[in-house]
T-cell receptor
Framework: RKEVEQDPGPFNVPEGATVAFNCTYS??????FFWYRQDCRKEPKLLMS???SGNEDGRFTAQLNRASQYISLLIRDSKLSDSATYLC????????????FGGGTRLMVKP | GAVVSQHPSWVICKSGTSVKIECRSL??????MFWYRQFPKQSLMLMAT?????????EQGVEKDKFLINHASLTLSTLTVTSAHPEDSSFYIC??????????FGPGTRLTVL
């Protein structure tokens, strides 16, 4: 079983739609959680950190359920520019503060 | 702030040659840098953790003698792919960690070995 699992998609949605991505992680000792965005042939860019209390940044809302080891990202009012791959990332304390990446979920927003 | 650069952005080389990739944190000091590799349609895989002034820690399955890492200063880490072969062709990305334990990624280096 992969440490961080995501539905690869693609999710094809019309502009203005609301779309949600889910992610599960296997290491119960994981400490920090993030959503990154990666455009084709580019490096990942931090979209937002994910906190236990849930957090919102504009059209983006992230939630964490530690009991279920589950993270979500909700995008409201999708824009064409939201088309990208969204990576669920987990950091586990220990050797080197390494990040573990999920396989990514591809989103395509259509006009 | 928190800008990380990589050089070169792309490189094409002949099989058997060595290629050096530089990763620099431009506006912050990074005691730890990470090197990742990403094959097409796959996610990033951590290759090694680079600590300033000490030996890098390699992930399982990554040959330390093939992928030489040097982290000589708080703003520079280098990855040298020695005796590169076509199967080493990939997208190599570094990241640098700031004092807040956030990682910022470089733009990546696309390596093609002929």
């Amino acid at each position: 079983r992969k440490e961080v699992e995501q539905d690869p998609g693609p999710f094809n949605v019309p502009e203005g739609a609301t779309v949600a991505f889910n992610c599960t992680y296997s290491n119960s000792a994981s400490q920090s959680f993030f959503w990154y965005r990666q455009d084709c042939r580019k490096e990942p860019k931090l979209l937002m950190s994910v906190y236990s209390s849930g957090n919102e940044d504009g059209r983006f809302t992230a939630q964490l359920n530690r009991a279920s080891q589950y993270i979500s990202l909700l995008i409201r009012d999708s824009k064409l520019s939201d088309s990208a791959t969204y990576l669920c990332v987990v950091k586990s304390m220990g050797a080197g503060n390494m990040l573990t990446f999920g396989g990514g979920t591809r989103l395509m927003v259509k006009p | 702030g928190a800008v990380v650069s990589q050089h070169p952005s792309w490189v094409i080389c002949k099989s058997g040659t060595s290629v050096k990739i530089e990763c620099r944190s431009l506006d912050f000091q990074a005691t730890t840098m990470f090197w990742y590799r990403q094959f097409p349609k796959q996610s990033l895989m951590l290759m090694a953790t680079s600590n300033e002034g000490s030996k890098a820690t390699y992930e399982q399955g990554v040959e330390k003698d093939k992928f030489l890492i040097n982290h000589a200063s708080l703003t520079l880490s280098t990855l040298t792919v020695t005796s590169a072969h076509p199967e080493d062709s990939s997208f190599y990305i570094c990241s640098a960690e700031n004092r807040g334990n956030e990682q910022f990624f470089g733009p990546g280096t696309r390596l093609t070995v002929l």
